[in-house]
């Protein structure tokens, strides 16, 4: 058997599940599941099949300069394993050619590709000619075609990103949906603080390091075989969550006391952080429209041990018809919109595939609606905060604008838009802290 066919065989059927529509992150969950992996394969199956995932539309063009026959009309199965292969060739430095193309036509050989592996194993022998004669696919010299192809993106999201941020910001934005996304834990401050907590980890050989300007923020510096193997998670000394996010809960300055809403809650990591920031002395209301979802928040705050927390399953552009005893109720309320999520394409590599203009437009519509259904849940002199996880002007900005300007009453007390970049880690993020006067 070739050194690595199993890590290769994983990494396919992750990117099989994927096209089937799972979630990357679950199928990778799965697979690494099954096949009982050790930490140093699942970050290679990881940099593999998410690599393969991001990078579709360049693997793409190689397959249909090498091969007679286009991507669109190879077998779906032989396509996403060509893209293991060439994967290999093209992005890993470190895999010497012959071991990737051995183990990826081991893989053709053993499965029911097992009568194409000679045209697996002639189009990879072929790409490594073409790559050592410099002869490389031809891409169109427009800019945001060559992003497009490049960096690995449907061509009406390049367009739609270069009309937002302008052409520069663009190229550095899109080569951040392709970095390797930071692991950041926030500490839960009810439990522990964040010098113990660092020294644990530190005394399990774990690199850790506290994040700039968050109080309970912590980067690992390396990757874990598993995230819930590390220490104090079964306690809930902490939660995973990035560092963009965990600036969100500290906007609305939760206190003893306070009746707060969190009106799109699921799976928890702002609700547990307003909690946490109150002292577990709040009264909170943690609604969300999945019951599924509902149910991981559920379990956090036990894990966590938070006490101060209710949750309601219920679409929140209805509270107001189900709960009329709630309107002028709240002091601060929290609407962490469902969004597009552009913002966090570095974590979850199959979502620049499943997007779509018309996605983007449903969801305005939802965000207005929960803007203007929610807000007159909140007393006088309270605090709103809308916050995404997307960089779309028109889920941000522009949408608070116009809702601003319908709602006199309301008064912008600061906004924030944070761009995904190559160079730094953390994901793309947006709020607004909104006062009733
Ligand atoms: C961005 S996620 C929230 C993440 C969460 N705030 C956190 O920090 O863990 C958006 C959530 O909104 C929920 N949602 C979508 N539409 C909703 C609606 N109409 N009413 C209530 N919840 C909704 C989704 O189920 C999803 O859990």
Same mark, same amino acid.
């Given at each position: ?37 050790? =930490? @140093? ?6 940099? @593999? ?29 032989? $396509? ?12 890993? #430095? ?9 183990? *990826?036509?081991? %893989?053709?050989?053993? *499965? ?14 072929? *790409? ?29 999201? %390049? ?14 934005? %899109? ?49 874990? $075989? ?18 963009? =996010?965990?600036?969100?809960?500290? /906007? ?56 101060? %927390? ?7 552009? =209805?509270?107001?018809? /189900? ?12 609407? #962490? ?6 913002? *966090? ?6 979502? $620049? ?30 605090? /709103? ?24 009453? @309301? ?12 160079? =730094? ?13």
């Amino acid at each position: 058997m070739a050194k690595g066919y199993l890590q290769r065989k994983a990494s396919w059927e992750i990117l099989l599940k994927v096209s089937s529509g799972i979630y990357s992150d679950h199928a990778l969950e799965k697979v690494v599941k099954y096949y009982n992996f050790n =930490s @140093l394969d699942i970050a290679f199956i990881t940099e @593999l099949s998410f690599g393969c995932i991001r990078y579709r539309n360049l693997l793409d063009l190689w397959i249909d300069h090498i091969s007679r026959i286009s991507h669109q009309k190879q077998p779906p199965k032989l $396509r996403w394993l060509l893209h293991i292969g060439l994967y290999q060739l093209l992005k890993m #430095d470190k895999i010497p050619f012959s071991a990737a193309i051995s183990s *990826t036509v081991e %893989v053709a050989k053993r *499965t029911e590709l097992k009568g194409l592996a000679g045209t697996v194993n002639a189009i990879l022998r072929n *790409t490594i000619r073409n790559i050592k004669k410099e002869n490389f696919p031809k891409i169109s010299s427009n800019e945001m075609e060559r992003l497009s192809y490049l960096e690995s993106l449907p061509l009406w999201l %390049v367009n739609e990103i270069v009309n937002w941020l302008g052409i520069e910001e663009a190229k550095n934005v %899109v080569k951040a949906f392709n970095k390797k996304p930071s692991i950041d834990l926030r500490i839960n401050s009810l439990k522990t603080d964040l010098n113990k907590f660092l020294k644990e980890l530190n005394d399990c050989n774990i690199n850790a390091e506290p994040i700039n300007q968050l109080n309970d923020g912590v980067a690992l510096n390396s990757n874990p $075989r598993s995230i819930k193997s590390l220490p104090g998670y079964k306690d809930g000394m902490w939660v995973v969550q990035d560092r963009s =996010s965990q600036w969100i809960a500290p /906007l609305l300055n939760p206190m003893k006391g306070e009746k707060i809403l969190d009106a799109c809650s699921a799976p928890g990591s702002k609700t547990t952080h307003l909690a946490a920031l109150a002292n577990d002395d709040a009264e909170i209301l943690a609604v969300d429209r999945s019951e599924k979802r509902l149910k991981i928040l559920q379990s956090n705050l036990e894990r966590l041990n938070i006490k101060s %927390v209710k949750t309601f399953k219920a679409d929140a552009t =209805s509270l107001i018809d /189900l709960r009329p005893n709630l309107i002028s109720y709240f002091d601060k309320i929290l609407i #962490d919109a469902p969004c597009s999520g552009i913002g *966090t394409f570095a974590r979850n590599p199959d979502m $620049r595939w499943s997007l779509s203009k018309d996605k983007i437009d449903q969801l305005i519509i939802l965000q207005e609606k929960l803007l203007e259904s929610i807000f007159p849940l909140l007393k006088r002199n309270g605090i /709103l905060v809308y916050s995404t996880c997307t960089i779309c002007p028109e889920e941000n900005n522009l949408l608070i604008k116009k809702f601003l300007s319908k709602n006199k009453e @309301l008064k912008l007390e600061s906004e924030r838009q944070i761009l995904p970049r190559f160079d =730094s880690p953390g994901d793309g993020f947006y709020a607004a802290k909104i006062s009733y006067k």
